[in-house]
């Protein structure tokens, strides 16, 4: 009975402590600068690119994305309960899952499929158009009033980022041509939920809102599942899959979709949307350097000139007017 007694209190120790851990990383989120934000989103994001490429070799698309969203919606969920933070009423929780169709939902599964058809650098290169993309429509959608040095850094990370995934331009095949366009739709996706997402930073914390939009991404996600093995489409065996596989998978969700979208949605809630697309042209030098320690890729003296180039407008950007309001 004692050791019963003790077994029950280590555990419930061990639980408060990795509660009060979430708690602490709450705590200090909240008080950290709209830069330091965009630069924790950019390299959430980029080290779990090589992360997905190597579970897509056991797991397909649908199924990496059910087991990352699982694991994300459990992190998420676990810092609200416990952080006591308030839901807003079911208009707006309705309008801001619904903004979930778009990112993680339609823009994951395209970019993921995608993936699993190009290489990671023809991703990342697609992935430039993003910032141009976003300040587009925010232009058009939000008014935002785009500055012309503004414009000019956004040019200027675009090439920085095609020089960092120049190796994979010739190396083009119809199937990458496939990838490649999917992963573009994906980024489409992208920018659009950038636009509807910002509005509804004002009606609800940002925790909560990517917490119901992952939620409803989730249900999609299981849906699109469901069917293909309905169809007899990409058949899954427990069996025959690693635990390493799985494990890439749910660290990958808690670092790329979590923890990725909160910070994400705390720059677009201190920065402008045109801004914060910018911040994210740092994603593909984390890829490329979480590549290089994991997968063994090396740069070549192109992609470090890229990389150079991203730093540099990313520190110019920072010093610009919109990015301090």
Same mark, same amino acid.
């Given at each position: 009975?004692?050791?019963?007694?003790?077994?029950?209190?280590?555990?419930?120790?061990?639980? %408060?402590?990795?509660?009060?851990?979430? %708690?602490?990383?709450?705590?200090?989120?909240?008080?950290?600068?709209?830069?330091?934000?965009?630069?924790?989103?950019?390299?959430?994001?980029?080290?779990?690119?090589?992360?997905?490429?190597? %579970?897509?070799?056991?797991?397909?698309?649908?199924? /990496?994305?059910? $087991?990352?969203?699982? @694991? @994300?919606?459990?992190?998420?969920?676990?810092?609200?309960?416990?952080?006591?933070?308030?839901?807003?009423?079911?208009? #707006?929780?309705?309008?801001?899952?619904? #903004?979930?169709?778009?990112?993680?939902?339609? &823009?994951?599964?395209?970019?993921? /499929?995608?993936?699993?058809?190009?290489?990671? &650098?023809?991703?990342?290169?697609?992935?430039?158009?993003?910032?141009? /993309?976003?300040?587009?429509?925010?232009?058009?959608?939000?008014?935002?009033?785009?500055?012309?040095?503004? $414009?000019?850094?956004?040019?200027?990370?675009?090439?920085?980022?095609?020089?960092? =995934?120049?190796?994979? $331009?010739?190396?083009?095949?119809?199937?990458?041509?496939?990838?490649?366009?999917?992963?573009?739709?994906?980024?489409?996706?992208?920018?659009? !939920?950038?636009?509807?997402?910002?509005? *509804?930073? @004002?009606?609800?914390?940002?925790? #909560?809102?990517? =917490?119901?939009?992952?939620?409803?991404?989730?249900?999609?996600?299981? *849906?699109?599942?469901?069917?293909?093995?309905?169809?007899?489409?990409?058949?899954?065996?427990? =069996?025959?899959?690693?635990?390493?596989?799985?494990?890439?998978?749910?660290?990958?969700?808690?670092?790329? +979709?979590?923890?990725?979208?909160?910070? !994400?949605?705390?720059?677009?809630?201190?920065?402008?949307?045109?801004?914060?697309?910018?911040?994210?042209?740092?994603?593909?030098?984390?890829? #490329?350097?979480? =590549? !290089?320690?994991?997968?063994?890729?090396?740069?070549?003296? /192109? +992609?470090?000139?890229?990389?150079?180039? $991203?730093?540099?407008?990313?520190?110019?950007?920072?010093?610009?007017?919109?990015?301090?309001?």
């Amino acid at each position: 009975m004692t050791q019963l007694v003790q077994t029950t209190v280590e555990t419930t120790k061990k639980n %408060s402590f990795a509660i009060a851990v979430l %708690s602490r990383l709450s705590n200090k989120l909240s008080k950290f600068p709209a830069v330091g934000f965009a630069v924790l989103c950019a390299a959430c994001f980029g080290v779990t690119v090589p992360m997905t490429k190597q %579970s897509l070799n056991e797991l397909s698309p649908l199924m /990496i994305l059910v $087991i990352q969203s699982i @694991s @994300s919606i459990i992190f998420l969920w676990s810092v609200i309960f416990y952080q006591k933070v308030e839901i807003p009423k079911k208009s #707006v929780a309705l309008r801001a899952s619904l #903004v979930g169709f778009l990112e993680p939902g339609l &823009s994951f599964i395209l970019a993921t /499929i995608g993936l699993n058809l190009t290489t990671a &650098s023809n991703a990342t290169l697609l992935s430039v158009s993003e910032p141009i /993309i976003t300040i587009a429509l925010a232009a058009v959608l939000l008014k935002e009033k785009i500055s012309s040095p503004l $414009i000019k850094l956004a040019l200027v990370a675009c090439v920085g980022v095609g020089m960092v =995934a120049s190796p994979s $331009i010739t190396n083009i095949t119809g199937e990458c041509l496939t990838g490649d366009f999917l992963v573009l739709l994906g980024v489409l996706c992208a920018s659009l !939920y950038a636009i509807v997402a910002r509005p *509804l930073l @004002s009606q609800a914390a940002p925790l #909560v809102l990517v =917490a119901l939009q992952q939620s409803f991404a989730l249900v999609l996600f299981v *849906l699109l599942l469901g069917v293909s093995q309905f169809w007899g489409q990409n058949a899954f065996n427990f =069996a025959q899959v690693h635990i390493e596989s799985v494990l890439l998978a749910v660290i990958s969700g808690i670092i790329g +979709q979590g923890l990725a979208f909160w910070l !994400y949605l705390l720059t677009l809630r201190t920065s402008g949307v045109s801004v914060t697309s910018l911040y994210l042209t740092l994603i593909p030098l984390f890829g #490329v350097a979480t =590549a !290089y320690i994991t997968l063994g890729e090396r740069l070549s003296f /192109i +992609q470090t000139l890229g990389g150079g180039l $991203i730093l540099v407008v990313v520190l110019f950007i920072s010093q610009l007017p919109e990015a301090k309001h």
